[in-house]
């Protein structure tokens, strides 16, 4: 699976968007890229997943440029609760299941 | 719907002793999946079954480790025995087997965090 590289971690305040982006030079033609968030003490919860251009739904969005080398989830306004650590995974996935790789992800702090 | 489940939340062990994981995937969901995250390092993939069978277990460290899914429902991994290096939180996820065009979300459970003494 492609390797990704992403800020270890980040500082915003309650009510700003929060943008991480994330390279993965080597991305694969099938490749996806997909976002997870983790809460302290729970496990990795999926968040949002696109393979090219803007995907969005009620949580993010996820801008993806043309050459896919790299992409960048959006948090609009966010709040004490989404401080979390964030993954981006870059990997094809395949009907018979896939092994997720994570790396260190990005530590997301939001204070008041 | 009951999300993915794991028994214990926490178990300390003395070292050389066995102990028993286990996950409960969400009903239907024929992907179960183990991972664990060792104290400072990034979660770690560790086997992958379909139903009752093992898909992929090139995670596992060494055969120390046992898992197992009989009748393709829950999953127990059991270690033993149980070494220093083995501490860290164990995860387990969930998905179900992928249509023609969808992608696996996995749905992770909260994790069994083991302290090996």
């Known amino acids: 699976l492609a390797k990704t590289t992403q800020p270890i971690s980040m500082d915003s305040y309650e009510g700003q968007e929060v943008n991480i982006t994330c390279s993965h030079n080597n991305i694969a033609t099938n490749d996806y890229i997909t976002w997870y968030q983790q809460f302290p003490s729970q496990g990795p919860r999926f968040i949002i997943q696109?393979?090219?251009t803007k995907v969005t739904n009620e949580v993010a969005s996820l801008f993806i440029p043309a050459d896919r080398k790299s992409s960048t989830l959006s948090l609009p306004r966010v709040s004490l609760s989404d401080t979390a650590v964030y993954y981006c995974l870059v990997g094809t996935f395949n009907q018979a299941g896939t092994a997720l790789i994570f790396g260190k992800g990005t530590t997301l702090s939001v204070s008041s | 719907e009951a999300g993915v489940t794991q028994f214990p939340s926490h178990s300390v062990i003395e070292k050389g002793q066995t102990v028993t994981l286990r996950c409960d995937p969400i009903?239907?969901?024929?992907?179960l999946y183990w991972y664990r995250r060792v104290m400072g390092k990034e979660i770690k993939f560790l086997l992958h079954f379909v139903k009752e069978s093992k898909q992929d277990e090139s995670g596992m460290p060494n055969n120390r480790f046992l898992a197992e899914r009989t009748g393709g429902t829950y999953s127990t991994l059991k270690v033993q025995p149980a070494e220093l290096e083995d501490s860290g939180v164990y995860f387990c996820?969930?998905?179900?087997?992928?249509?023609?065009?969808?992608?696996?979300?996995?749905?992770f459970g909260p994790g069994t965090r083991l302290t090996v003494l």
């Open positions: 996820a969930s998905s179900p087997l992928a249509g023609a065009t969808s992608t696996d979300t996995q749905y």
């Open positions: 009903s239907g969901h024929d992907n």
């Open positions: 696109g393979y090219k």
